[in-house]
């Protein structure tokens, strides 16, 4: 069976997919699946020929793709790499490949890999991915509808409000007690988010957000532990706790070895865990999110439970969460990704 596997692009997130993506990449081949690698955004330079038989080539296609720096990548450099000076998101040769397949295993991460815009071009190409649809994906990505759809539903989540660029500058002072938590509307894996204690902060805290999206969300701090819980074809996983060992779970404590003790399944008693695991469930009807996700969570000192997003494409690296769900139940990492990728084929 001819595999897609597709990472990279141009998010802020690069790093991350591309290091899910040789997992993956690396996991569909050992199970005997005929597998290609591709960055979406550099794509594959080679005559039509080579093309046409690609997926016979005798070759390791991850074996150039390093590990994750603890900071986001530059951008303008990867832009610099195209030689046809980049002016769709989709490399050279990306969409006939994709096309070649049985399936594409979305390894992508962050902007356009998450926000449905992919997932919409291969709908009207006729190309079969992993994860959810592009209405889904766009709903899950965009911080400030997903709180309004939970609020709607009475799924708890933090209280927050929504400001656009400009907006600030009419306000006066944060519309949310301190210490309050900034998140760019659209981003991934913490980049863009800040926790402000005061009005200087707050200010440097929307600054930051700004720099990758012209909306933010601005909520309420929650003081407590923090959870995940993955949904596989609509049943959630055993719940993991994640506790950085220093600051918060940020880009470095997500991606770096070490940063942080996660425990799965999580110590909490059954009737807590059962709860984390219902919200979940009904976090992934509510969002139509379909085949898997990944639902975040903050428990208060008080043992409130709230929802804080869902990530329709989870990280799927040395130090990813939905992996060690997935082997608390006995499912290891190429198990995972033939489960995955049979959803899809389904």
């Known amino acids: 069976m001819k595999i897609v596997v597709l990472g990279g692009g141009i998010s802020t997130e690069r790093d991350v997919s591309l290091s899910s993506s040789r997992m993956i990449y690396r996991a569909l081949k050992n199970k005997g699946y005929q597998a290609v690698l591709l960055d979406v955004y550099l794509g594959y330079e080679g005559s039509?020929?080579?093309?046409?038989?690609?997926?016979?080539?005798?070759?390791?296609?991850?074996?150039?793709?390093?590990?994750?720096?603890?900071?986001n990548p530059d951008i303008s450099k990867i832009k610099a790499l195209r030689k046809d000076g980049g002016r769709s998101y989709f490399g050279p040769n990306v969409l006939t490949i994709c096309s070649m397949a049985d399936a594409v295993f979305l390894g992508l991460h962050g902007e356009d890999g998450e926000n449905g815009k992919v997932q919409a071009a291969f709908d009207l190409l006729g190309i079969r991915y992993t994860g959810t649809d592009y209405v889904s994906s766009a709903l899950s990505m965009d911080k400030s509808l997903a709180?309004?759809?939970?609020?709607?539903?009475?799924?708890?989540?933090?209280?927050?409000?929504?400001?656009?660029?400009?907006?600030?500058?009419?306000?006066?002072?944060?519309?949310?007690?301190?210490?309050?938590?900034?998140?760019?509307?659209?981003?991934?894996?913490?980049?863009?988010?800040?926790?402000?204690?005061?009005?200087?902060?707050?200010?440097?805290?929307?600054?930051?957000a700004f720099l990758y999206d012209d909306e933010a969300v601005v909520e309420q701090y929650i003081?407590?532990?923090?959870?995940?819980?993955?949904?596989?074809?609509?049943?959630?996983?055993?719940?993991?706790?994640?506790?950085?060992?220093?600051?918060?779970?940020?880009?470095?404590?997500?991606?770096?070895?070490?940063?942080?003790?996660?425990?799965?399944?999580?110590?909490?008693?059954p009737e807590k865990t059962k709860e984390i695991q219902t919200i979940s469930e009904r976090v992934f009807e509510v969002l139509r999110l379909k085949n898997y996700a990944r639902m975040d969570f903050m428990m208060g000192k008080d043992g409130s439970v709230y929802c804080l997003e869902a990530n329709t494409l989870p990280g799927m690296t040395p130090t990813s969460l939905i992996p060690q769900e997935a082997q608390a139940m006995g499912v290891g990492f190429e198990e995972l990704c033939e489960w995955i990728l049979k959803l899809t084929l389904r």
């Open 48 to 71: 039509d020929e080579d093309v046409a038989h690609i997926f016979e080539k005798d070759c390791d296609w991850a074996e150039n793709i390093g590990g994750i720096q603890e900071s």
């Open 147 to 208: 709180k309004e759809l939970f609020a709607f539903h009475h799924i708890p989540t933090p209280a927050g409000v929504h400001i656009r660029r400009g907006e600030e500058k009419a306000a006066e002072g944060c519309p949310v007690p301190f210490p309050c938590v900034v998140k760019a509307c659209r981003g991934g894996s913490s980049v863009g988010v800040s926790i402000a204690k005061n009005d200087g902060e707050y200010r440097k805290a929307l600054e930051e």
């Open 223 to 269: 003081e407590g532990r923090e959870f995940s819980c993955a949904v596989i074809d609509g049943k959630a996983l055993p719940v993991i706790e994640i506790a950085p060992i220093n600051g918060f779970y940020d880009y470095k404590n997500k991606y770096q070895a070490g940063s942080t003790v996660e425990t799965c399944p999580a110590d909490l008693s």
